[in-house]
Structure formats: structure tokens, C-alpha cells
């Protein structure tokens, strides 16, 4: 690490602190979590982003004017601002709509930079809508481009479920995997996918974990929080997540109907977009099929602030996902001591430890489910870890230890493109 630092220091940065320029194009780190398009990867970028700040480091991520309310900068901290610019038309978009006004987003990019006499170290793009805006800021910028992904459209094609994602995404997606610096992978499943799917170089990928704040996310008293919530003494099973058709909430719903007989037993879901939202009236539609509705709460969409109260009034969550790349309500209900059942998708084999804070399930189907849950909830207190050991096995996951990594990752980064190019540090040291 000093190493790294002392190369990159000679070619004469600003000593340890780091100017990045983040992009998340389509959707805005401090949008509505648990609505359509704005879920885990904006939870990473805002604490990743204030991690980064607390430590000095200055952090400007851009994104486009989702509301005709945004205003141009949001302060997150002293050194970290949510910058809004101009693509298509103030309001929501959907996510490939973006695509064709991805250069208005550049020019307004180049003004806003131009305007603030602004420079960055390095360029940090998460989804590939970012990426593409991030490779043309490379260009420009010289400096060097790290992609996370997030997600990628021919892993989530393979599932099957949900809209076909377009080659357009797909090709997008290859172009940067060879022209980026860095990918930085959440997973190993993940880092497996970009070699198989995409050819990526594994030399060219790091794998950090997302992370869960242990201060917003901690156990709160059972019996309390449930009173204060309305619950009484029922078994609860909790789904935390937005309504995509990846998520799983329709096998949820279908292995409750396998549950019929568990008297006292409900699911919570939480998350969604309203009552009135295509995707809520489905699942509202097949519950009512299912003759389930006495036994599910659709509570909407709760803000982080407040969840913690849900996962820790919750006997177990259930993460029925058919793909995830990462699965942040999993760390969080373990970070309260709730534990967590989960198909075998994104980070679940790393983060729960089979049969002590939860299960991974070997089957998914809806009856399989159900089976595991209702196993769960009937186990003796005696056989699962106690909350406070729950909440321990997950606080390496610390965000501060995210980015403490990244930090790792980010000299490492600048010191080796400085270093493949004599040229690009000469004109540098011309610069500063
Ligand atoms: N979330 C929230 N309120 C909700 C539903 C979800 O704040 O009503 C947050 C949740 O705390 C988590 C994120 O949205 O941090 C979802 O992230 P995850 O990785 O589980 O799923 P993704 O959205 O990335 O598919």
C-alpha cells in the first residue's frame, strides 16, 4: 500500500486526497429506496460516497434530474455532492430511454466541470449506463475508469424472468469489460460471470463485498417493536425489496400458500412502488388467487431509517430472489439478528452460516420454500445463534471496511496506469 502511494505520489497528486467523479446516470443515490429503479447499488454509492468523504477524500457523483425539483447540487457531506444534470426529460425515464441522451448528459457534464474549473484523479462509473458516460470522460479526462456493474444483462437474460435485456446493454457491457481499468465484482459468483459471459480478465477484477451500516442497522427489543408496529404475538416471515420480477415475491407468495396451516404465521412485504403500481396490483391480484390475504401485510415502501424496527420484529427474512448480485437485505436483517432464509443468489453463501443464522435453499420451488420456512420458525431458540452472535458474523461487512478496500483499489489503480504509460505521466506533471 505505502508503495502504491509513494509511486503515485511522484507523479505529484495532491498527497492522499483523492478527487472522484462518480457517475450513477440512471438512478439517484438519494432517490426512494424500494421504488422500481432505486434500491441496493444506490445505497452502496451513498455510503461508499460518505465513507470516502469522512475520510477526506472529495467525491462528486453525478447523476440525471430525475424531478424538475432536483436541485443542481445536493451536499451529502463536506466533501461529497450529489450533482444533477440534464438527460431526456426531467422526470422518470425508463432506464434505456436514458440511452440515446447519454451525450446531452456529457455536454452538461463538460460545463459543469468547465464552470468549476473542476479536475478528477480517477473516474468510478457504477451500471453500465455510467460506464459508457464514464469511457467518454476518460477519454477526455485521461485519468482511469473503474466499472462496477451491479448487475449485468446477460446473467439476468439466463434467469429468464423479467424483460429480455437488449443486445444494445449486452454489447455495451463487453466493450467496457475490455476498455475499463478496473472491475471491482461483489462476489466471486460475479467475477465468474464476467469471465464466462463477458471474457473478462480475471487480472483486470477485485472482489469487494458491499457492506451494511451497523449503526442505522442494529437489533431493536422484539416485543417492543412489535407492539409499536401492531403486531401481536404471530410468527412473522419478512420480504424486504423492490417488486422486480427477479425478486422472487411471487414464488414468496406461492410457498405461503403452502403455510395455509400455520396458524399465527404472516408475511410482511415491504417495499414496492404504491398500491396503484402495475407490479403491486399483481401481486396483490395473485394473493387474492392464492387465497392467502389474511395471511400477508403489504406495508409499502419503508425508509431506512425505520427498518430496522421491521427486520428486528421479524422471526426470519425471506430473500426468494432468481438473481441477485449482491443482496443487501440480507446483511441488513442479520446486522439486527434477524436470520435470514435466501435462494442461493448474490453474496448468500458468504454471508450466512448455514443453519446458525440462516439457510440457503438447495431447492427453490414454492413447496421447497415453504418446507424450509416453516422449519425455521419451529426450530428451538436453543438451535439458532442468539441476536447478538447473528449481528457479529456480519460486521466485517462494516461500510467502512468497504471503503477502506476501495481506497486499496483506487491508488493501486492510479499507480498502475501511470505506470503503463510514461507519456500519460509526463503530461501530467505538465498539468499540476
Ligand atoms: N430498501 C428500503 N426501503 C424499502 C425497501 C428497500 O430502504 O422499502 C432498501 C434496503 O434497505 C436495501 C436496498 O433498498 O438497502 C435494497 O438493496 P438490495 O441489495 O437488497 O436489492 P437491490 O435493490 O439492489 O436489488
Given at each position: 500500500m505505502s508503495n502504491v502511494r509513494g509511486i503515485w505520489k511522484e507523479s505529484a497528486v495532491e498527497a492522499e486526497r483523492l478527487r472522484i467523479a462518480m457517475?450513477?446516470?440512471?438512478?439517484c443515490p438519494v432517490g426512494e429506496l424500494g421504488t422500481k429503479d432505486t434500491g441496493g447499488m444506490n445505497v452502496y454509492i451513498r455510503e461508499l460516497a460518505g465513507e470516502l468523504g469522512k475520510r477526506g477524500h472529495v467525491v462528486d457523483i453525478f447523476t440525471r434530474i430525475h424531478d424538475p425539483d432536483d436541485p443542481l447540487v445536493i451536499h451529502l457531506n463536506q466533501n461529497v455532492r450529489v450533482v444533477h444534470l440534464k438527460a431526456g426529460k426531467n422526470g422518470h425515464m425508463h432506464k434505456l430511454a436514458i440511452y440515446p441522451y447519454l451525450g446531452d448528459f456529457t455536454s452538461a457534464l463538460e460545463d459543469f466541470i468547465d464552470r468549476g474549473s473542476l479536475r478528477y484523479d480517477l473516474i468510478h462509473s457504477h451500471y453500465w449506463l455510467s460506464g459508457q458516460v464514464g469511457r467518454w470522460a476518460q477519454q477526455r479526462w485521461d485519468v482511469p475508469h473503474m466499472v462496477m456493474f451491479h448487475t449485468l444483462g446477460a446473467v439476468k437474460n439466463r434467469t429468464g424472468v423479467g424483460t429480455e435485456e437488449p443486445l444494445l446493454r449486452i454489447a455495451t457491457e463487453k466493450q467496457l469489460v475490455e476498455h475499463c481499468h478496473r472491475i471491482i465484482a461483489a462476489t466471486q459468483r460475479e467475477k465468474t460471470e464476467l469471465m464466462r459471459y463477458y471474457g473478462a480478465n480475471s487480472e483486470k477484477m477485485s472482489i469487494i463485498p458491499c457492506g451494511v451500516n451497523l449503526e442505522l442497522f442494529r437489533p431493536v427489543k422484539k416485543a417492543y417493536t412489535r407492539k409499536q408496529l401492531g403486531f401481536d404475538d404471530e410468527k412473522i416471515v419478512l420480504y424486504v425489496g423492490r417488486f422486480a420480477a427477479l425478486k422472487g415475491l411471487d414464488r414468496l407468495l406461492k410457498a405461503m400458500a403452502y403455510l395455509q396451516h400455520e396458524r399465527g404465521l404472516k408475511l410482511v412485504i415491504v417495499g414496492g412502488d404504491g398500491d396503484s403500481a402495475p407490479d403491486s396490483i399483481e401481486f396483490q391480484r395473485l394473493a387474492s388467487q392464492l387465497g392467502i390475504n389474511d395471511k400477508i401485510q403489504f406495508v409499502?415502501?419503508?425508509?431506512?431509517?425505520?427498518?430496522?424496527?421491521?427486520?428486528?420484529?421479524?422471526?426470519?427474512?425471506?430473500?426468494?430472489?432468481?438473481?441477485?448480485?449482491?443482496?443487501?437485505?440480507?446483511?441488513?436483517?442479520?446486522?439486527?439478528?434477524?436470520?435470514?432464509?435466501?435462494?442461493?443468489?448474490?453474496?448468500?453463501?458468504?454471508?450466512?452460516?448455514?443453519?446458525?443464522?440462516?439457510?440457503?435453499?438447495?431447492?427453490a420451488t414454492p413447496s421447497a420454500i415453504a418446507k424450509v420456512i416453516e422449519d425455521f420458525i419451529s426450530k428451538p431458540h436453543s438451535e439458532i445463534e442468539s441476536v447478538a452472535a447473528i449481528r457479529e458474523s456480519v460486521r466485517e461487512f462494516a461500510w467502512s471496511c468497504v471503503a477502506d478496500a476501495m481506497i486499496e483499489e483506487y491508488w493501486s489503480l492510479l499507480s498502475?496506469?501511470?505506470?503503463?504509460?510514461?507519456?500519460?505521466?509526463?503530461?501530467?506533471?505538465?498539468?499540476y
Open positions: 457517475f450513477s446516470i440512471h438512478s409499502g415502501r419503508i425508509e431506512q431509517d425505520n427498518l430496522s424496527q421491521y427486520y428486528s420484529a421479524a422471526d426470519l427474512l425471506v430473500v426468494p430472489s432468481y438473481h441477485e448480485s449482491f443482496g443487501l437485505v440480507a446483511l441488513e436483517s442479520l446486522a439486527c439478528g434477524t436470520p435470514v432464509v435466501a435462494t442461493d443468489v448474490g453474496a448468500m453463501d458468504r454471508i450466512i452460516c448455514e443453519g446458525k443464522t440462516g439457510s440457503i435453499l438447495a431447492d498502475h496506469y501511470d505506470l503503463c504509460s510514461s507519456q500519460r505521466i509526463s503530461s501530467k506533471l505538465a498539468r
